[in-house]
């Protein structure tokens, strides 16, 4: 333990003279730039030809180790002070030599079969590089990239865990630290900044997948995957709203193809890949949402991931349909909220074509939600049925009434419109209702639940009726939900007399 630290120390403080000898020196003027550069190298070479014969000696693989590590994390950094600090070379060109200098430190590591190698080039090099870019900077998210990437390879073919978040959260940190810097106070498209966070998260997500179909348990892997793909969403920040919202739906869709293109995977792996695609899905919804101040971009949403819910019987689906429900339903309160429902003049002057819209999507999610949850048979789902059925049954109404106000304020767009809207709406109320009572009946299973929904909602549609119907409406279509509410209740109690009868005698025979 004590080699050990006294090597890990001797590593650190030879990199930081390294670093020292390429920048300090050239901003005291000390020594000529050819020769600080070569100096560099040279050392970085020697340290490397030194601890290969260390290491074939007994007892020398701790002092070769860091000597092989300290020369070849030497060797990038020179690399990168020839491009960002003399610039000798063009960037391009710069980073084939820093990944030339990674990918060897990674294959002698796998030669040895040393992981601490592999990590302290890595964390070397993430480390010191910042000192040579002058910050953080575009150019160092590059350089961070290439060691990313390099990183990549004896993490699958060795199984070293813990060099995915060594090799990720450089890079992740970095570039999420440079996107606001190039957002903030620009409208310019920076095809560099998109092209770094691509790659970032197609070497994460890749390199992720794969080692989660050989190690379907791996936590850590799970999370620097979804870590590596943070850049690749929040990117699309920095571009405008339709260009960022479609940025985000093909993150989504092109992490969704991989899952599938990786089948079958662990629940990390699942976990991270849904984690993405909601973040993904939310932030292209939520542009959208605020750029248009609509409900449909989540409301949408939530419709084909409830479609895709039913269709796979997922339990991830359901919870993603559910939470983008959820908050395309509170975007459609703000928009259409009962005060606005009950104001003949905030009705008229709000509701439009894309609230009726939105309350047809609301009542056709509802439904797909209530059955994906009628069609799962986990644990978890059957004790949380009652819940979520209630509730998408509470939002499928609401939706229904702002389709039936927004119908109505929309083809007649006066106080008749109005009239009409909640004569619809008092009507959808009373037949939900009945639909309910009348299910009960047909399916005794649901018999206690179906009655208690069904009188309920009577006593709100019949509360609607008196209270609101009789005093706001005119004259028609009060009369008109009147009659309306009055035979459907006539049939359904006729329905439920009948029914109870023909039980009764059923027992008696």
């Given at each position: 333990?004590?080699?050990?630290?006294?090597?890990?120390?001797?590593?650190?403080?030879?990199?930081?003279?390294?670093?020292?000898?390429?920048?300090?020196?050239?901003?005291?003027?000390?020594?000529?730039?050819?020769?600080?550069?070569?100096?560099?190298?040279?050392?970085?070479?020697?340290?490397v030809?030194?601890?290969?014969?260390?290491?074939?000696?007994?007892?020398?693989?701790?002092?070769?180790?860091?000597?092989?590590?300290?020369?070849?994390?030497?060797?990038?950094?020179?690399?990168l002070?020839?491009?960002?600090?003399?610039?000798?070379?063009?960037?391009?060109?710069?980073?084939?030599?820093?990944?030339?200098?990674?990918?060897?430190?990674?294959?002698?590591?796998?030669?040895?079969?040393?992981?601490?190698?592999?990590?302290?080039?890595?964390?070397?090099?993430?480390?010191l590089?910042?000192?040579?870019?002058?910050?953080?900077?575009?150019?160092?998210?590059?350089?961070?990239?290439?060691?990313?990437?390099?990183?990549?390879?004896?993490?699958?073919?060795?199984?070293w865990?813990?060099?995915?978040?060594?090799?990720?959260v450089?890079?992740?940190?970095?570039?999420?630290?440079?996107?606001?810097?190039?957002?903030?106070?620009?409208?310019?498209?920076?095809?560099?900044?998109?092209?770094?966070?691509a790659?970032?998260?197609?070497?994460?997500?890749?390199?992720?997948?794969?080692?989660?179909?050989?190690?379907?348990?791996?936590?850590?892997?799970?999370?620097?995957?979804?870590l590596?793909?943070?850049?690749?969403?929040?990117?699309?920040?920095?571009?405008?709203?339709?260009?960022?919202?479609?940025?985000?739906?093909?993150v989504?869709?092109?992490?969704?193809?991989?899952?599938?293109?990786?089948?079958?995977?662990g629940?990390?792996?699942?976990?991270?890949?849904?984690?993405?695609?909601?973040?993904?899905?939310?932030?292209?919804?939520?542009?959208l949402?605020?750029?248009?101040?609509?409900?449909?971009?989540?409301?949408?949403?939530?419709?084909?991931?409830?479609?895709?819910?039913?269709?796979?019987?997922?339990?991830?689906?359901?919870?993603?349909?559910?939470?983008?429900?959820?908050?395309?339903?509170?975007?459609?309160?703000?928009?259409?909220?009962?005060?606005?429902?009950?104001s003949?003049?905030?009705?008229?002057?709000?509701?439009?074509?894309?609230?009726?819209?939105?309350?047809?999507?609301?009542?056709?999610?509802a439904a797909?939600?209530?059955?994906?949850?009628?069609?799962?048979?986990?644990?978890?789902?059957?004790?949380?049925?009652?819940?979520?059925?209630?509730?998408?049954?509470?939002?499928?109404?609401?939706?229904?009434?702002?389709?039936?106000?927004?119908?109505?304020?929309?083809?007649?767009t006066?106080?008749?419109?109005?009239?009409?809207?909640?004569?619809?709406?008092?009507?959808?109320?009373?037949a939900?209702?009945?639909?309910?009572?009348?299910?009960?009946l047909?399916?005794?299973?649901?018999?206690?639940?179906?009655?208690?929904?069904?009188?309920?909602l009577?006593?709100?549609?019949?509360?609607?009726?008196f209270?609101?119907?009789?005093?706001?409406?005119?004259?028609?279509?009060?009369?008109?939900?009147?009659?309306?509410?009055?035979?459907?209740?006539?049939?359904?109690?006729?329905?439920?007399?009948?029914?109870?009868?023909?039980?009764?005698?059923?027992?008696?025979?």
């Open positions: 333990m004590v080699s050990r630290l006294l090597v890990l120390a001797g590593v650190a403080v030879t990199l930081v003279g390294v670093v020292m000898l390429l920048v300090l020196a050239a901003q005291h003027g000390l020594f000529r730039p050819p020769i600080r550069v070569a100096g560099g190298a040279l050392l970085a070479v020697a340290l030809v030194t601890g290969w014969r260390v290491m074939d000696r007994p007892g020398g693989r701790v002092g070769g180790t860091a000597l092989m590590a300290t020369g070849f994390a030497g060797a990038y950094l020179d690399v002070a020839v491009t960002t600090v003399y610039d000798w070379i063009a960037p391009p060109v710069g980073l084939a030599l820093a990944l030339v200098c990674a990918v060897s430190g990674v294959v002698v590591a796998m030669r040895w079969n040393n992981q601490l190698l592999a990590l302290i080039v890595t964390l070397g090099c993430a480390a590089a910042p000192v040579l870019t002058s910050g953080l900077t575009l150019t160092l998210v590059a350089f961070l990239a290439v060691l990313q990437i390099a990183g990549s390879v004896p993490e699958l073919v060795r199984s865990m813990w060099l995915a978040p060594a090799r990720t450089p890079a992740v940190v970095a570039i999420l630290v440079v996107i606001p810097m190039k957002s903030i106070g620009t409208d310019a498209v920076h095809p560099q900044l998109l092209a770094a966070a790659v970032i998260g197609a070497t994460g997500l890749s390199s992720g997948l794969l080692a989660l179909r050989r190690r379907s348990d791996d936590v850590v892997a799970a999370v620097s995957m979804v590596s793909c943070l850049p690749v969403v929040l990117v699309a920040n920095t571009l405008g709203t339709t260009a960022a919202a479609a940025w985000s739906a093909g989504a869709a092109i992490v969704i193809v991989a899952g599938f293109a990786t089948r079958p995977l629940t990390p792996a699942r976990f991270a890949l849904a984690s993405v695609i909601v973040l993904a899905v939310f932030q292209g919804c939520a542009l949402s605020a750029d248009y101040s609509t409900a449909m971009p989540f409301l949408v949403t939530a419709l084909v991931v409830a479609a895709a819910a039913v269709q796979q019987r997922s339990v991830l689906a359901l919870a993603g349909a559910s939470a983008l429900y959820a908050v395309g339903m509170q975007l459609l309160l703000m928009d259409a909220g009962p005060r606005t429902l009950s003949q003049r905030q009705a008229i002057a709000r509701l439009d074509e894309g609230a009726l819209l939105s309350g047809l999507l609301g009542v056709a999610t797909l939600l209530v059955l994906a949850v009628l069609q799962m048979r986990t644990k978890l789902v059957a004790d949380l049925r009652r819940g979520i059925v209630v509730s998408a049954g509470l939002a499928a109404l609401y939706s229904a009434t702002v389709v039936a106000v927004a119908a109505g304020v929309t083809a007649m006066d106080e008749d419109g109005f009239y009409l809207g909640h004569f619809l709406a008092t009507a959808v109320w009373i939900a209702a009945y639909g309910l009572l009348t299910l009960g047909n399916r005794p299973a649901y018999a206690h639940l179906t009655l208690g929904a069904g009188l309920t009577v006593a709100a549609a019949l509360t609607k009726l209270v609101f119907d009789l005093a706001a409406l005119g004259g028609v279509a009060r009369a008109g939900s009147f009659l309306v509410v009055g035979l459907l209740l006539l049939v359904a109690g006729t329905r439920y007399a009948r029914s109870f009868a023909e039980r009764e005698a059923g027992t008696h025979a």
